[in-house]
């Protein structure tokens, strides 16, 4: 019987059956709820097959007690808390879900910078805190140029939304799909046209080294002092530090952080400002892509097993 080590906190949250299924198929299921300091996870996964996994940290130290995981079944898209280079060294196959999410994370970013242009948050916490009933006068987005960093699915999915309010969509991307930018309208330029030309910035890049800190004070500096900052990527492709000191100083108009360079941010000088909205890496979860999520992680183990097996 293979065992399976599943941490994703909202793993089976709206399609319980999910477990009925693990059962029938004959595995043992441990279920965490994460994310899981380091070393609870390396005990877990000692003598575990399978690992479904969602934010925990899956580092060399972790890897290095797996005595026969075969496979990381990442519960998500991004993979960047796992060590997938060491991964592959140990034989251990590193899948993910792509796609599952992508509805989610538009309708996210779009939310947040429709809150942000509007102060619907501050305004909302003026009257129930402040007891304030006063009007707060914020931007359209409404025929605004909105700038796309990162035009992959979440990306092209913004635009599909940003033609329903008129918006001109720019976007920088390192590899470029012309076919699907000429379907929705959307010019490519490169980083600093679209930082310099955008009312609205949004992030849908992945955290790698070429994009780790790509948004720092150089680039904010170029911006338009109204641009808002939209960030349902990863963390680290803002430096915070920068962000901090540029909003202070009224370089640009807000932002919107649904991420950040460490998680929960429970020190960083952001929560001083006015003109910020920040979530809890929120924007997938919604019912819709967790149900998904659940599933496409659940049949990518049962399928890699199954295909074992016919070898």
Not at 201 to 213: G, Q, R
Request: glycine share 8%; proline share 4%.
């Amino acid at each position: 019987m293979a065992k399976v080590i599943i941490t994703p906190r909202s793993y089976g949250m709206f399609n319980p059956e999910v477990f009925t299924i693990w059962k029938d198929e004959g595995y043992e299921v441990i279920r965490k709820t994460g994310p899981l300091p380091e070393e609870e996870l390396a005990e877990l996964i000692k003598d575990a097959d399978a690992l479904v996994v969602g934010t925990d940290r899956v580092s060399k130290r972790v890897l290095d007690t797996a005595g026969k995981l075969k496979l990381i079944s990442k519960y998500g898209v991004g993979t960047d808390n796992i060590d997938k280079e060491f991964a592959e060294l140990k034989g251990i196959a590193v899948v993910n879900t792509p796609g599952v999410n992508t509805e989610a994370v538009a309708d996210y970013a779009f939310g947040l910078m429709l809150s942000l242009a509007r102060h619907i948050v501050k305004s909302h916490h003026d009257l129930i805190e402040k007891g304030k009933w006063e009007k707060t006068v914020g931007l359209e987005l409404y025929g605004k140029k909105l700038g796309l960093l990162g035009f992959g699915a979440i990306g092209s999915a913004v635009a599909r939304r940003a033609k329903g309010f008129n918006m001109d969509v720019i976007a920088y991307d390192p590899f470029p799909n012309h076919t699907l930018a000429t379907e929705l309208g959307v010019t490519f330029a490169d980083l600093e046209t679209v930082l310099q030309e955008s009312d609205v910035v949004s992030m849908h890049l992945p955290l790698m080294p070429e994009t780790k800190n790509l948004i720092s004070r150089t680039q904010l500096s170029v911006m338009k002092k109204h641009c808002l900052l939209i960030n349902t990527a990863r963390g680290g492709v803002v430096d915070e530090t920068a962000l901090y000191e540029a909003m202070k100083e009224g370089e640009i108009g807000g932002a919107a952080l649904d991420v950040f360079q460490e998680e929960p941010p429970l020190k960083s000088p952001l929560f001083a400002l006015d003109n910020v909205i920040l979530t809890s890496h929120n924007a997938s979860a919604s019912v819709e892509a967790i149900q998904r999520m659940t599933m496409q992680s659940t049949e990518n183990v049962l399928r890699f097993f199954n295909t074992m097996e016919k070898v």
